[in-house]
T-cell receptor, first 115, second 115 residues
Framework: AQKITQTQPGMFVQEKEAVTLDCTYDTSDQSYGLFWYKQPSSGEMIFLIYQGSYDEQNATEGRYSLNFQKARKSANLVISASQLGDSAMYFCAMRELDAGNMLTFGGGTRLMVKP | EAGVTQFPSHSVIEKGQTVTLRCDPISGHDNLYWYRRVMGKEIKFLLHFVKESKQDESGMPNNRFLAERTGGTYSTLKVQPAELEDSGVYFC?????????????FGEGSRLTVL
């Protein structure tokens, strides 16, 4: 079974609008971490935001926020005020303590920001 | 502070040849990870070093792959002999903390093309 599911292979958003990228996960661990990474066309993986399973508040980093709904096992990324430079692939990933600390990635969502 | 650096950024070799990829983690990061994304597939974990020790190498595909981290600083990943299916992007990542807490920073990746 897929551990990380990103159901949106591609999305468009108008510049300056907000966009939500979906991510659901599957784990039986009580302790885990959730990550979002951005991969622009140049190829590097850029860390955006992190949420620990015991964190009670949603993580925020500038224009990025993580809508963490533990009971639903979802960790959606919200990007506010989209910019043209936000066009990229976005990967959701999970690290489970019982899985040897390896990251499991979703298939990614390609976000395209329209001017 | 320098980020995770990887060399070479792109390598093109023929089937049967050997390639060595290098990763320099962020200074002070004891944890070093290798991941790869072969074409059209998800990013997959290869292995995890804690200092010079292999903590988890469950993702290594076969014995043609050899990873080392002598002295607990930089790491190398050697593919010998390379096969066509080894083509993809090899990412290195490092973190100060292990476990589910802590951020994980990736390098820009080394693209390997096997002809």
């Amino acid at each position: 079974a897929q551990k990380i599911t990103q159901t949106q292979p591609g999305m468009f958003v108008q510049e300056k609008e907000a966009v939500t990228l979906d991510c659901t996960y599957d784990t039986s661990d009580q302790s885990y971490g959730l990550f979002w990474y951005k991969q622009p066309s140049s190829g590097e993986m850029i860390f955006l935001i992190y949420q620990g399973s015991y964190d009670e508040q949603n993580a925020t980093e500038g224009r990025y926020s993580l809508n963490f709904q533990k009971a639903r096992k979802s960790a959606n990324l919200v990007i506010s005020a989209s910019q043209l430079g936000d066009s990229a692939m976005y990967f959701c990933a999970m690290r489970e303590l019982d899985a040897g600390n390896m990251l499991t990635f979703g298939g990614g969502t390609r976000l395209m920001v329209k001017p | 502070e320098a980020g995770v650096t990887q060399f070479p950024s792109h390598s093109v070799i023929e089937k049967g040849q050997t390639v060595t990829l290098r990763c320099d983690p962020i200074s002070g990061h004891d944890n070093l990870y290798w991941y790869r994304r072969v074409m059209g597939k998800e990013i997959k974990f290869l292995l995890h070093f804690v200092k010079e020790s292999k903590q988890d190498e469950s993702g290594m595909p076969n014995n043609r792959f050899l990873a080392e981290r002598t002295g607990g600083t930089y790491s190398t990943l050697k593919v010998q002999p390379a096969e066509l299916e080894d083509s993809g992007v090899y990412f290195c990542a490092s973190s100060r903390l292990a476990g589910v807490i802590g951020e994980l920073f990736f390098g820009e990746g080394s693209r390997l093309t096997v002809l």
